[in-house]
Structure formats: C-alpha cells, structure tokens
C-alpha cells in the first residue's frame, strides 16, 4: 500500500478538513435562510383605525371589518 509522506499529510489533511467545515457551514446557513424567509401574502394590507390591529384580507374590496373590533377599515396598501 502506498504511503503519503508526512509533508503531504500536514498539507492535505488540514485543507481537507477546512473545506469540508465551510461546506457544512454554507449548508447551515443556507437552511436557516430558507425556513427564515417569509413568504408573500396575497390580498390588501389594513390598519384598523380603532384598534391599531394590522391584518390581511384576501377579498378584493375597499375595505372590511376588523377581526378583532369589528370597526370598518379602507385597505392602507395592496
């Protein structure tokens, strides 16, 4: 069996290690972005004027009523 003088050895062994801990680092990071990254919500943006809740609607109109006051708000964006 062939045997890699130790010169080799302190060289090969080291770079090898490093890049295998930047990969798994890379792949760390690379997962946590994905499970952090929020996805885009459909529909019309609106801040209740009496409570201050902010909530989506789906429904295409000029306003709608608060889920948690039931005060009638216009949609502040789209």
Known sequence: MNQLPP??????WP???HLMLLFLIW???DLRKRGVEKKR??????RCSACNLVYVDNHDLPG???????HYNEAVRR
Do not use: A, S
Not at 7 to 12: C, I, K, W
């Open 27 to 29: 792949f760390f990071y």
């Open 41 to 46: 919500v459909e529909g019309k943006i609106y």
């Open 64 to 70: 709608t009523d608060c889920p948690r006051c039931g």
């Open 7 to 12: 010169v080799e050895v302190l060289f090969l």
């Open 15 to 17: 770079l090898i290690v």
